[in-house]
């Protein structure tokens, strides 16, 4: 099928789809304005951050968090194997009483969370609402945490 085939909201939900896919946010659905931080956003490996030069609106956090190389949550994508039927309260992503994050979106059998990486890592699934997900790691994502470069370097 040629693109000029689709319809405009197909298309958008191929792009949204494929972001999803790969663990990157756009806009206020996947970014909620006051509620995002660029290290969480991944803005660091996507090279949306400069720490060699600027003043803008949170660069004290955001240096400070990157040289100590502690982030613990990062949007991350979610494959389904069971689709849930509707969002979960509050977008929360819940397992065990434990609050692993939240869910920023689903397109078809992918989404998009803000997730705690320690947590989620450590889990075959993870139930989003009424679905099941299996979070991954983008491959696009550096193999080693900024913090643990610096100390293989020594």
Known sequence: MDSREIGVSEQKG?????????????????????????????CDYLHGIS??????????????????GVVRKRLM???????????PKEDAIIHETKNLGKLRGIEGDV?????????TSKLEQIPVGDGL??????????IEAVKNKALLQR
């Open 111 to 119: 989404g998009l969370g803000l997730l705690r990486i320690e947590q």
């Open 51 to 68: 720490f060699h030069k600027g003043c803008y609106i949170g660069q004290e956090l955001t240096a400070r968090t990157h040289h100590t």
């Open 77 to 87: 994508p979610l494959c389904f194997s069971k689709v849930p039927s509707e969002y």
């Open 133 to 142: 997900a299996k979070v991954k790691k983008p491959h696009w994502w550096p």
């Open 14 to 42: 191929f792009y949204r789809y494929h972001r999803y896919n790969l663990g990157i946010g756009e806009g206020t659905q996947d970014h909620p304005p006051g509620n995002s931080l660029p290290l969480e956003c991944n």
